[in-house]
């Protein structure tokens, strides 16, 4: 009886959702989370889309790049990727150079008052000067951040088919997954973290509490830095590093920070979920689901090779579809952030 | 020597002046009250004090020291501590989490000071997990007025702290108000309800049009016809 | 205002000197169409300093618009194909275009179903499933309506109308994406619309290039019609002046009729609304409203200006519409000129341009020294590709510059005057 029904199932078509649909929604909108959750915290904290932060994720790619350049065998004690292992040392430089940016860019322009669209405008220079930089080092062609050979699979029985997961990918999911504890308990338990939630709500009322907004924004560029190092890091590692890796995914960052709610790190996550999930079955080929049911069906119902929502060049629509409906439907975001106006 | 002492304030936002010439001043331990009509420059003379707002002439102490133009934060170090009139809780914070942000000067262990200000505010301790920005109008200025005291302030600057309250919540606000005095903190605060905070008030303070108009103690100037008459509203 | 202030003067003296020095180096061919260009990124410009200067609007997608508005001025200029309108595509195109009409109308239909007294939640959930099927069955009749017409016709070809139509046309078009994007961002903080324009130019981009059966994508479409007579008729100088005639004639329209409206109580309203959102408001004004006016008006600007410039370079090719780098010239020329002065938007675009057209070989020729330094004196090998990562420098450029304008000279040039009243 049980095996009958073990037959039945169409478990290649199961596993192929699994993979092609689950898995690589679950990756993908780990890269957004990354990028979002920093995203959210300066757009809450310090009030500006932060459009530069796509680029500061390929910088920091490419710090593990020139760490792995340095210590190739950085990896082989453990059995992980050379870059992996040296991540904490291109999330440190990233959040240093964010800092760094800060200081040198944004600061002055807010001690001057300047209306938050300026300071929005100022990060699309910093974005274009990471741009030409990267190039100008680093060329426009791809680079492999693993030296040599290929990626270790995972593979999970499941019915007789195999789910399939690369070391790279296992490593993203993982990381997200830590880093979204960590955080949970950073800006619930720690006293910097709720000052961050503090200046977040209300930095009038925060000044005025002794909260130092220094230490805040240092914090804050530290998070937003070393995610986002991580984020491209892990991206380059699953894909390959290009220098406008991230460009292309600042877009779906901004809708997931949006959808989440501005300032709100659970929702940037949650965001970058639906976000990456949403554009994963947008394009996935969903007649394949269909085709078990075949017999089922009247024969003069064909199902077509293939039913998307969205041919896979128009990818780019989905995030900012996302994003319109939610600006439409609301402004706040699923998870009520706070500034709209 | 006054715990506070600011004489003859000028100041304002950007080039428009507001204050044409402020003076209070208030012993250690005493509630101070200002009035008057609006625009007279009530909460810009708090806001100029806690250096919200500049300072163009006039000089500020506090305890002995000149504080003109001090930032908020050091304000905060020197022993002041102020509950804006709106805004004044972090509504996604839970009400300890308020609390705790209202010490985050402090490095010792503040526990007690916690259990403290729920002594003072019974409704907070019930809703202390919540977030702050679901509770009532008074409960609200209760969690504003026990994240100010968390620093234990030599003195307190209010402003308008019954407004947009229902009479219950007022009453219960200003006893509070005598209650904390009574601990032992310093008030200042600006107030609409004229004749019930004057009522509580060691030093009155009438404003008008930026400057002092009326300097009394709370009860002179409820019993001078003139102040009744021009800043109280008749008799009520 | 009885004569130029000294400022002004100075300032376009030394651009008309400028100018001259890049004539004689690179020839008269060479110079001309660098000012055509940098004549159309003036209509440009003027566009923008609507937006940003007159009611501090962030649009981000300028590229976007361009790109619409160029496609849309060919495809009413270029000569008519007739393998197209002589096969039965047409009319499947119809169809399809019908499809798709009558899917949004169910769409509508159940969105409106709160009001036979269903339940909101039944009604998103029926509207979503609605949007599904009409999607997915609009789009089974549109895909095998254009594989047709790529498989037989290649492309559907122009309408063959008038250059000036055409221009006009893409103003329309890029002005009515302009009043949808304003529509939902404007209610909303600025940094929302930054973002969304942003999003759209890439959809645009993503749809221009991928569209063969409308644009032939990445087969690029040329020669566009021009309105004057091509350099085949009359040589490169002559004709690119006549064509910088024209340009000429319209930055003069342009520019008379902003400063008309600049000093009209419309334009007075606008300072105020662009000074004190606030006030403005309160003063019964409605903000959104004037901004959507000039954020539409601004597109329209842009989209001509832009139909100009892509019928000038006389190719359609979607893929070249690089959209942050120029979109981002375009902004520096903007900021650096002085946005909200018309003036100083004309002087920063021709400025900005000479610059930038400079640029590159001047960064060219910087490179290879330094390669051959390198060479000479550590042995250092220059990379391969060492002329295209040298073009990337002027991206830092761009960036360096707006940050450094933002910092230090946030009115530009030639700042904005406060327009004085009696």
Not at chain 1, 90 to 101: D, E, K, P, Q, S
Not at chain 1, 174 to 187: C, E, K, Q, R, S
Not at chain 2, 53 to 75: C, H, M, W, Y
Not at chain 2, 81 to 108: C, H, K, W, Y
């Amino acid at each position: 009886m049980e095996a009958g029904l073990l037959a039945a199932l169409p478990v290649q078509e199961l596993v192929f959702f699994i993979n092609r649909g689950l898995l690589a929604g679950l990756i993908i909108g780990s890269v957004y989370a990354l990028g979002a959750v920093g995203v959210t915290l300066i757009f809450g904290i310090l009030r500006f889309a932060h459009f530069a932060h796509g680029d500061m994720m390929t910088i920091g790619a490419f710090v593990a790049l020139i760490c792995v350049a340095l210590f190739p065998g950085g990896g082989s004690i453990l059995g992980l990727p050379a870059a992996f292992v040296l991540m904490p040392v291109a999330m440190v430089v990233t959040a240093l150079l964010a800092i760094g940016v800060d200081r040198t860019f944004y600061a002055p322009l807010r001690r001057a008052k300047v209306r938050p669209v300026v300071i929005v405008m100022s990060s699309i220079g910093v974005m274009l000067m990471m741009q030409g930089l990267v190039r100008l080092f680093a060329g426009t062609g791809t680079w492999q951040l693993e030296a040599g050979g290929a990626k270790t699979i995972y593979r999970l029985p499941l019915l007789g088919r195999d789910i399939i997961l690369t070391q790279p990918q296992a490593l993203l999911i993982g990381f997200t997954a830590v880093a979204a504890i960590a955080l949970h308990l950073f800006l619930t338990r720690s006293r910097m973290g709720k000052a961050m939630r503090a200046v977040s709500d209300n930095p009038d009322l925060a000044r005025v509490s002794g909260i130092s907004i220094d230490s805040v924004v240092r914090a804050t560029w530290v998070i937003a830095g070393a995610l986002a190092a991580a984020g491209g890091t892990l991206l380059a590692l699953d894909v390959t590093l290009k220098p406008d890796l991230a460009f292309n995914i600042i877009l779906p960052i901004f809708a997931a920070a949006i959808v989440g709610g501005i300032g709100q790190p659970y929702g940037a996550i949650a965001g970058g979920m639906l976000v990456g999930f949403t554009e994963t079955f947008a394009v996935f080929n969903w007649s394949v689901l269909l085709r078990p049911l075949a017999p089922l069906l009247p024969d003069f119902v064909e199902i077509p090779n293939r039913i998307a929502f969205v041919p896979t060049e128009y990818k780019i629509v989905v995030p900012f579809f996302i994003l319109i409906v939610v600006l439409i439907w609301r402004p706040t975001g699923i998870f009520k952030g706070r500034v709209v106006k | 020597m006054a715990l506070l002492d600011m004489s003859d304030i000028h100041g304002g936002y950007g080039g428009a002046n507001i204050l044409n010439g402020v003076s209070i001043a208030i012993e250690a331990n005493e509630i101070g009250v200002i009035v008057g009509p609006n625009g007279a420059g009530k909460s810009t003379t708090l806001k100029a004090l806690f250096g919200l707002v500049t300072v163009s002439q006039g000089k500020v102490t506090f305890d002995g020291r000149d504080i003109t133009n001090k930032a908020p934060e050091a304000l905060v170090r020197e022993g002041l501590s102020f509950v804006p009139q709106e805004f004044n809780v972090f509504p996604t914070l839970s009400v300890e989490e308020n609390l705790e942000m209202g010490a985050f000067i402090r490095r010792d262990d503040f526990r007690p000071l916690i259990d403290k200000v729920y002594g003072f505010f019974p409704p907070l301790k019930d809703k202390r997990r919540q977030p702050a920005g679901e509770l009532s109008g008074g409960q609200r200025q209760m969690v504003a007025m026990g994240r100010a005291l968390m620093t234990e302030p030599k003195l307190l600057l209010l402003d308008e702290p019954t407004a947009g309250l229902s009479p219950r919540y007022m009453g219960e606000i200003f006893e509070r108000i005598i209650e904390i005095n009574a601990a032992g903190v310093g008030i200042l605060m600006v107030e609409q309800n004229a004749r019930q905070a004057l009522a509580l008030a060691h030093r009155g303070f009438v404003l008008a049009g930026g400057q002092n108009r009326f300097t009394a103690s709370g009860a002179e100037l409820l019993a001078d016809p003139e102040v009744a008459k021009s800043f109280l509203g008749g008799g009520e | 205002m009885s004569a130029l202030p000294r400022r002004e003067l100075v300032l376009f003296s030394g651009l008309v000197v400028v100018v001259a020095l890049v004539f004689s180096w690179m020839g008269a061919a060479y110079g001309t169409r660098m000012l055509v260009e940098a004549s159309c990124y003036a209509i440009i410009g003027l566009g923008l300093t609507i937006q940003w200067g007159y009611a501090g609007l962030f649009n981000v997608g300028i590229m976007g618009f361009i790109a619409l508005a160029a496609f849309v001025s060919l495809f009413v200029t270029y000569p008519v194909n007739a393998a197209f309108w002589g096969s039965g595509a047409p009319a499947e195109l119809g169809w399809a275009l019908l499809a798709i009409a009558a899917g949004a109308a169910a769409v509508y239909a159940a969105s409106q179903t709160h009001r036979l007294g269903l339940p909101k939640a039944w009604r998103t959930l029926l509207t979503m499933i609605v949007l599904a099927v009409a999607y997915l069955w609009a789009q089974s009749i549109f895909d095998p309506a254009t594989t047709r017409i790529e498989r037989g016709a290649g492309w559907i070809g122009g309408l063959g109308l008038p250059v000036w139509l055409g221009w006009a046309a893409g103003g329309v078009a890029a002005g009515a994406l302009g009043w949808a994007m304003g529509r939902i961002t404007l209610g909303l903080r600025a940094d929302y619309m930054a973002i969304a324009t942003l999003g759209i130019s890439e959809i645009v981009k993503a749809f221009l290039k991928n569209a063969d059966w409308l644009t032939r994508g990445t087969l690029t479409v040329s020669p566009i019609p021009w309105p004057v007579p091509t350099p085949q008729e009359l040589g490169f100088v002559a004709s690119r002046a006549a064509y910088l005639s024209i340009t000429a004639i319209l930055i003069a329209v342009i520019f008379v009729l902003l400063q008309r409206a600049w000093h009209s109580p419309w334009g007075r309203m606008m300072r105020a609304i662009r000074d004190n959102e606030v006030s403005a408001a309160a003063m019964g004004k409605d903000v959104n409203r004037r901004r959507l006016e000039m954020f539409v008006l601004g597109n329209v600007i842009i989209g001509i200006g832009g139909a100009a410039l892509v019928t000038f370079t006389s190719i359609f090719d979607p893929s070249a519409f690089m959209p942050l780098n120029h979109t981002f010239l375009i902004w520096v020329m903007v900021i650096l000129g002085g946005a909200g002065n018309n003036l100083g938007t004309v002087f920063g675009v021709v400025l900005v341009y000479v610059i930038w057209t400079m640029s590159e070989p001047a960064a060219l020729f910087l490179f290879q020294q330094a390669a051959s330094w390198g060479d000479a004196l550590f042995g250092w090998r220059a990379p391969a590709d060492l002329s295209t990562r040298a073009l990337q420098m002027r991206v830092f450029v761009i960036g360096l510059t707006i940050t450094l304008v933002l910092r230090f000279a946030p009115n530009g040039l030639l700042p904005e005057k406060p327009v004085k009243y009696e």
